[in-house]
């Protein structure tokens, strides 16, 4: 009989069980050969986190297809692009006045096969942090092939019946979703309504609905985020095909060029340990600016105006990014929040280091010892008229020690014992 394991909604967020693992697991094992999946949405930061398992999937000959629904704007075109790229069929679904919503993925092989099925789209959120439910199916091939055949019956009645609302995805058909407005472009952020604003921003871990730990998704990549630094982008070689390999570079045009695909890093946050300074001033990093400028506004187009006219003048972010703030102490308690604050942003020349000033009275309260360090989380804002929401940590909260986690990356220890890590998110 076959074995069945229930999913169950509070396990991604409280990252008891991720979906991510469980794709990223199978695309190692050597027991599968195939993989088909539906999905209703998809996004480019989860093939970063797979991206490695796939490659190697992809180099023992494995097959994979897919069909990904385009409905509401919610499968991006650098996910389009990815999966053209690396998976053998990619097809997209789309009916007027009506969504594309299964979520199925499946692995297959000559003795084991395992299904997932339930609410998951392929997004970070829907594979990590999301409240999400199904069940897992693995079957003994072929004593439980009947079993298989059943439930893949979900997949094929979909994706092999020559339905007339489904189309292949080629370079040629993904330019035409692109210039007929159906896909997300995730380099262009959007934002929220004036109706999403302040509540889930200012009141932290409110107490209209408790004080529930969401575990944070995986980092991206260490070797992407490197890789992409160091060459303006990161060769995605599909080694499937014949064609020339696949690359990520910083920016898109939009239209998809025949050859070779380009997909962009796209970022979602960054986290670093921080040492703030007593005037206020909190370093960040210079790797940190070199792999991803365009995170931090940079180049910076303004100057500073020295106190003394022989004091050199160093580029500064003009207008200064508006950031909300939110600082937590060492049980996790939200003990400050500062909303709409003008955040001083400056690149000092001398030192090649962007620099932040926030008003010291702000950050009382976040404990600052040489070690451990407090950790700033920093991510581009939904809401309307904000650029960045700021989260600073102290030490020994169960919500640092899951972003220190993200921290793949460390920095120049500038003489101290510990060196202080940053990573992406």
């Not at 099925?117 to 091939?141: K, P, R």
Request: aromatic fraction near 12%.
């Amino acid at each position: 009989m076959p074995l069945y394991q229930y999913i169950k909604p509070a396990d991604q967020p409280s990252g008891k069980f991720r979906l991510i693992d469980w794709l990223d697991k199978n695309f190692q094992n050597t027991n599968y050969t195939h993989f088909y999946c539906l999905a209703a949405f998809a996004k480019i930061n989860p093939f970063y986190k797979l991206h490695t398992s796939i490659q190697g999937w992809n180099s023992r000959g494995n097959t994979s297809a897919a069909v990904f629904g385009i409905d509401h704007k919610g499968t991006s075109l650098q996910a389009l692009q990815y999966a053209l790229a690396n998976f053998d069929e990619v097809q997209i679904l789309h009916v007027n006045y009506s969504t594309f919503h299964p979520k199925l993925y499946i692995f297959s092989g000559a003795a084991k096969a395992s299904v997932y099925y339930g609410s998951s789209n392929f997004t970070s959120g829907g594979l990590e942090t999301n409240f999400e439910g199904g069940m897992i199916v693995d079957f003994d091939i072929p004593k439980e092939q009947m079993q298989f055949d059943e439930l893949f019956e979900c997949y094929s009645s979909i994706a092999t019946y020559g339905l007339s609302c489904i189309t292949k995805l080629t370079p040629t058909f993904l330019n035409t979703l692109i210039t007929s407005g159906f896909l997300l472009d995730e380099t262009k952020k959007p934002k929220s309504s004036a109706a999403m604003t302040s509540v889930s921003t200012s009141s932290g871990h409110t107490s209209l609905f408790g004080g529930f730990k969401i575990k944070p998704a995986r980092s991206i990549p260490k070797n992407v985020i490197i890789t992409a630094a160091t060459s303006a982008g990161i060769v995605m070689p599909s080694v499937k095909k014949a064609s020339p390999p696949s690359t990520l570079s910083a920016s898109v045009s939009g239209i998809v060029p025949a050859a070779p695909v380009v997909v962009p890093i796209v970022i979602n946050g960054f986290v670093i340990q921080i040492v703030p300074h007593r005037n206020g001033e909190i370093l960040l990093s210079k790797a940190a600016i070199n792999q991803n400028p365009t995170f931090f506004g940079f180049p910076f187009t303004g100057a500073t105006t020295p106190k003394k006219p022989a004091n050199p003048s160093y580029p500064q972010r003009v207008p200064d990014p508006i950031v909300n703030i939110r600082v937590f102490d060492n049980n996790g308690n939200l003990i400050k929040t500062e909303l709409n604050y003008a955040l001083n942003t400056i690149y000092y020349t001398k030192k090649s280091e962007i620099r932040i000033t926030i008003t010291p009275s702000i950050l009382n309260g976040l404990t600052a010892p040489a070690n451990p360090y407090p950790l700033l989380v920093m991510r581009e804002s939904t809401i309307i008229g904000c650029d960045y929401d700021l989260d600073f940590y102290s030490a020994g909260s169960i919500d640092y020690n899951n972003y220190l986690a993200i921290c793949d990356q460390s920095l120049p220890s500038g003489g101290k014992s510990i060196a202080r890590k940053m990573g992406w998110i």
